[in-house]
């Protein structure tokens, strides 16, 4: 049997990893082949710089597997967790039990210095392998959605794939009073900490994907103008207000559609956990649940969170997950 090594990676496997991936995932996410976009999700992120393990045989990356640390708070505390993510096997090498080896050797790595793992299972392949390395699924996310533009959508089939142009693009100015109301909006649900730094690495800081922050006073709102299963959408990927000020961010986002739908943007999307606030807001938006779910799992590392995981109200977006 071919020996294989599993170590944690460094920096300086950047480019070895990024051979994996586009083999991998030769046609998804071709901005994750990026140089510049694995710097900013692995090396920048605020609650720590990436966790990244690899399989080797021959001194060659047959597998790759990586967790981004992320910040929670639960019950007013402060929690470190790690999101799962980018698991890919060479080609040459599935089916070997690589993959399911290599889950199990990163968790052993990071248990310790963790409370619990989060990860977003979309593709049916990636489930097997959670389940078996103890994760728990706990929840359903539905991808909301909306039409925005009849007229575009009916004159679809003879345009030409949309320009990537802004529609409203407001720069994060002031992330400390965008932080001070998301604290407000999330109290009372688990949420990760939309500190000031956080708010600038994940809608400012980005190489590559461009985000819109449209901010009033008492609420903001992020969305990103990109293309979901062929449709020319706004993504709606983070939003808050202060409580008491649903309003205001009903207005705010009335007018982020409004302006998407004269830019002739078809749809508008949401990934938005049920107990998140904004949920029924968006439903009273004209939003409706669409055909696409995310299956969130949760594994507990330090063996005391499983009861608060498992009662808590998760208010989760796309800002939440490394999909938009
Ligand atoms: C998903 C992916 C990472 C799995 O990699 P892999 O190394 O083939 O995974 P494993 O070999 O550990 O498991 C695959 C199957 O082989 C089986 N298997 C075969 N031989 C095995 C052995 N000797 N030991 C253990 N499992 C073995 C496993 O039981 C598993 O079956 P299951 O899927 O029914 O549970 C790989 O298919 C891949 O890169 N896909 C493309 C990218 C992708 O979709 N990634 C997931 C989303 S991020």
Known sequence: ??????????????????????????????????PRFWQWEFQRSPAGPGRMFVAESGGRIVTHFAFVPQAYVTDGAARRAVMALDAMTDPDWRGRGVYGRLHAFAIEAVKNEYAFGTAYQIRPKALPPLLRNGWTPRLKAPVLVRPLSWRALAGRAMRRPPSSGELHRTDLINPVALADIARDFFAGRVHQDRTAEFLMWRYSESPIWKYDVVAGQ??????RRTRLRGFDTLALVDVAWRRGCAREAKELMRGILRRAAAAGVEVAAALITVAHPAFSVLLRLGFLPGPHRFLFLLRDFDGSSVAMLDRARWALTWGDTDHL
């Open 218 to 223: 008492h609420a903001f709102a992020v969305t």
């Open 1 to 34: 049997m071919t020996e294989i090594a599993f170590r944690q990676a460094e920096a300086n496997d950047r480019d070895s990893i990024l051979a994996l991936r586009a083999r991998c995932f030769p046609d998804d996410d071709p901005e994750k082949q990026d």
